[in-house]
């Protein structure tokens, strides 16, 4: 049975008898939320070795140990859980798994990032802000600034602070979230849990990992390694036109930024159905499972990465079409999105792209 041991003098200076009862209860209520998160984990990612773990009052914000955690406690409720959460997942990553943190930061941080977002979301619903949707917003910024620097390079060596942490905690994170768009959400979470029993105290490296998901998912993904952990290239994909050729509706779609992705296509007609259309990458050499089994998907031809454009035909005819949109599931770190939405305009008019 796992233990847990909570120390506590969360009471900040100058604060009222107020205050201070109100963290001294959320201190209370923290234990609960504390064991609903190792259930979780244990669950979706793999199980917790040790049969204890300490939380305790300390620090100057949170900081992670094997089995334990210090944390502040002057904070709102749903904060001191985030920071709990936050340096006990740490004990998978940190810990179990035990990567090289100079090396392998991205792993770490980002990885603990995107199971503490996945736990959060469990504790909290529709409470909790989208956390992750932050981390893609900051590597927007990043970009936009001229700033982002590899992912792969020793956190002592990167040349500006905000660039690591970028890096290894909001770009880290992206790498799982963008990798399940790839290989869809439940070859993400069978490769995450299969990762963590086969590398368990072995020290894995960026590599292994993506391996270890390669087997799981049978999608070949050295690609999205070498372009997104080895590289500061940017996804660029846009809808240039939708016309009528040879009787067919045609999208015609383009690659604007050097690097390729599979495509995930949403169509919806004007009566509110819908139907999904995924074009793998070629060298993926496969594609990823339907993650809408209730609404009609068709796998498209292959997209050659060399290729910049690609032509979608469609069944449906174009008076029909309300709306065509690149990765609804706004997954995919694409840094522009204005042209990635397409809706038919005034009679006589034959698209918009927005």
Do not use: C
């Not at 963290?23 to 793999?46: C, K, S, V």
């Not at 990032?113 to 979301?121: E, F, G, L, Q």
């Not at 292994?208 to 993904?221: H, N, S």
């Not at 339907?290 to 290729?307: H, I, L």
């Amino acid at each position: 049975m796992l233990r847990f041991f909570y120390q506590a003098d969360p009471v900040a200076e100058n604060a009222s008898e107020d205050q201070q009862q109100v963290l001294l209860d959320q201190w209370e209520r923290l234990p609960e939320y504390t064991i609903r998160a190792f259930e979780y984990m244990n669950e979706h990612f793999g199980q917790y070795p040790y049969d204890e773990y300490v939380v305790a009052q300390g620090g100057d914000g949170g900081m992670e140990y094997i089995m334990g955690t210090l944390i502040t406690g002057n904070r709102d409720f749903q904060g001191l859980v985030g920071v709990t959460v936050h340096e006990l997942v740490h004990a998978w990553y940190q810990g179990v798994l035990a990567n090289n943190e100079s090396y392998y930061h991205w792993m770490d941080e980002g990885f603990t990032v995107y199971a503490s977002w996945r736990v959060m979301k469990e504790l909290f619903g529709e409470e909790l802000d989208d956390s992750i949707a932050r981390d893609y917003d900051n590597y927007y910024r990043i970009v936009k600034a001229g700033l982002e620097e590899p992912m792969q390079r020793h956190a002592d060596h990167f040349q500006r602070n905000i660039a690591y942490s970028i890096a290894s905690y909001s770009k880290g994170a992206i790498f799982l979230h963008q990798l399940g768009y790839i290989i869809g959400r439940e070859a993400l979470a069978r490769g995450m849990r299969r990762f963590y029993e086969e590398w368990a105290f072995r020290h894995p490296t960026g590599r292994d990992f993506i391996r270890t998901v390669e087997r799981e998912a049978g999608i070949q993904l050295y690609w999205y390694y070498e372009y997104w952990v080895n590289s500061v290239r940017t996804i660029d994909y846009g809808i240039d036109s939708v016309r009528v050729e040879n009787e067919k509706t045609v999208v015609h779609l383009r690659r604007h930024d050097e690097m390729p992705m599979p495509i995930d296509i949403e169509v919806e007609r004007k009566d509110g159905s819908v139907q999904h259309h995924h074009i793998p990458l070629q060298m993926m050499w496969g594609h990823k499972e339907n993650e809408f089994p209730t609404t009609p998907r068709r796998v498209e031809p292959a997209w050659p990465w060399v290729d910049p454009e690609y032509k979608l035909e469609l069944e449906i005819p174009i008076d029909e079409i309300a709306r065509i949109e690149i990765d609804p599931t706004r997954r995919m770190a694409d840094v522009r999105r204005d042209n990635q939405r397409w809706e038919p305009v005034e009679p006589g008019v034959e698209s918009a792209v927005k």
